[in-house]
């Protein structure tokens, strides 16, 4: 995968510059220890214009990420937001992945810094939204505990957790992974949100384990309009295995069926899923055929 060429301009600090002739700090306190905030954000070509799907949202998170951590986070929202805008132009993307990231200056200690700095990079990302469905095993790793971090914050060094969880899964001839929390019930993906389906109404875990999803809260909003019952609450294992159907969810995964998890076939079909019904209305939605938005 090439993210960048000779062309490619990224925005940092309040500037454009070539991506080929930025450069980091080998003595970086987010390279060395993880302490660093991101955010994974789509743009889609609509028939309107590209649109940058709930980028208000995903600014909002990563305030709080950098917040929560007490990464300093000095920058106006309203000014990235028309900076990332302004990067899709020069960068001629319309359907892409955007990435900023807020990283720390040189520092080998352990306390949190005075300064940040920002940096928003983008790429081609066609809209998948597929029909594919995942092979998926419970992974032995575990999300981490929120008593030992700030599990709600997008920060660089809990990847290191679901790194490991995707290589465990793919080394096993799995497509993906899902981690239990604490305490042995369904947290998420490595990098998505799931849902279940049980007799017509669909579950998901409670927020506190995991990360606060934002295609997670447009599903909820999608089944209130849709009125399709969702629940959020605690799932156990047994439960997820006794599911009818189950998807996962999430800015770069979009909504993505599960085929089977370990040995268990989900029986009803994904077309005939709220999962299917759901992927019809977040397609819809993100590219702006529908707007819901009015109506949430
Ligand atoms: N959980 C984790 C661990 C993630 O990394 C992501 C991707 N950001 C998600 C869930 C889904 O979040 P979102 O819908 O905001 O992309």
């Given at each position: 995968?090439?993210?960048?060429?000779?062309?490619?301009?990224?925005?940092?600090?309040?500037?454009?510059?070539?991506?080929?002739?930025?450069?980091?700090?080998?003595?970086g306190q987010s390279?060395h220890y993880?302490f660093?905030?991101?955010?994974?954000?789509?743009?889609?070509?609509?028939?309107?214009?590209?649109?940058?799907?709930?980028?208000?949202?995903?600014?909002?998170?990563?305030?709080?990420?950098?917040?929560?951590?007490?990464?300093?986070?000095?920058?106006?929202?309203?000014?990235?937001?028309?900076?990332?805008?302004?990067?899709?132009?020069?960068?001629?993307?319309?359907?892409?992945?955007?990435?900023?990231?807020?990283?720390c200056?040189?520092n080998?200690?352990?306390?949190?810094?005075?300064?940040?700095?920002?940096?928003?990079?983008?790429?081609?990302?066609?809209?998948?939204?597929?029909?594919?469905?995942?092979?998926?095993?419970?992974?032995?790793?575990?999300?981490?505990?929120?008593?030992?971090?700030?599990?709600?914050?997008?920060?660089?060094?809990?990847?290191?957790?679901?790194?490991?969880?995707?290589?465990?899964?793919?080394?096993?001839?799995?497509?993906?992974?899902?981690?239990?929390?604490?305490?042995?019930?369904?947290?998420?993906?490595?990098?998505?949100?799931?849902?279940?389906?049980?007799?017509?109404?669909?579950?998901?875990?409670?927020?506190?384990?995991?990360?606060?999803?934002?295609?997670?809260?447009?599903?909820?909003?999608?089944?209130?309009?849709?009125?399709?019952?969702?629940?959020?609450?605690?799932?156990?294992?047994?439960?997820?295995?006794?599911?009818?159907?189950?998807?996962?969810?999430?800015?770069?995964?979009?909504?993505?069926?599960?085929?089977?998890?370990?040995?268990?076939?989900?029986?009803?079909?994904?077309?005939?899923?709220?999962?299917?019904?759901?992927?019809?209305?977040?397609?819809?939605?993100?590219?702006?055929?529908?707007?819901?938005?009015?109506?949430?």
């Amino acid at each position: 995968m090439q993210y960048y060429n000779s062309n490619t301009v990224i925005y940092v600090n309040g500037r454009f510059e070539k991506a080929e002739e930025m450069k980091t700090d080998l003595y970086g306190q987010s390279l060395h220890y993880g302490f660093a905030a991101f955010e994974g954000i789509r743009a889609y070509k609509t028939h309107n214009a590209t649109r940058v799907f709930k980028i208000k949202e995903h600014y909002d998170r990563l305030q709080r990420s950098c917040e929560l951590v007490n990464i300093p986070f000095p920058w106006d929202k309203n000014e990235l937001i028309k900076q990332t805008y302004k990067l899709l132009e020069l960068n001629n993307l319309k359907d892409a992945y955007i990435r900023p990231l807020v990283y720390c200056e040189p520092n080998m200690t352990l306390i949190a810094p005075q300064e940040a700095s920002i940096m928003i990079c983008a790429w081609e990302w066609g809209a998948y939204l597929g029909n594919k469905q995942l092979k998926v095993c419970v992974s032995p790793f575990q999300r981490p505990n929120p008593k030992s971090t700030f599990v709600e914050a997008k920060i660089s060094g809990h990847y290191v957790n679901s790194i490991l969880a995707t290589t465990d899964a793919k080394s096993k001839g799995f497509d993906e992974a899902l981690l239990l929390d604490m305490n042995e019930n369904v947290a998420e993906a490595p990098g998505a949100n799931i849902f279940i389906e049980k007799n017509g109404k669909l579950y998901t875990p409670s927020l506190g384990n995991i990360l606060a999803g934002i295609t997670r809260n447009t599903v909820i909003e999608l089944c209130n309009v849709l009125d399709i019952e969702v629940i959020e609450k605690t799932i156990s294992v047994a439960e997820l295995k006794k599911a009818d159907s189950a998807f996962f969810c999430g800015t770069a995964t979009e909504i993505i069926g599960i085929h089977t998890i370990d040995d268990v076939v989900y029986k009803q079909k994904w077309n005939d899923s709220i999962g299917a019904t759901i992927q019809r209305a977040y397609k819809n939605l993100v590219l702006e055929k529908v707007n819901y938005e009015v109506i949430i």
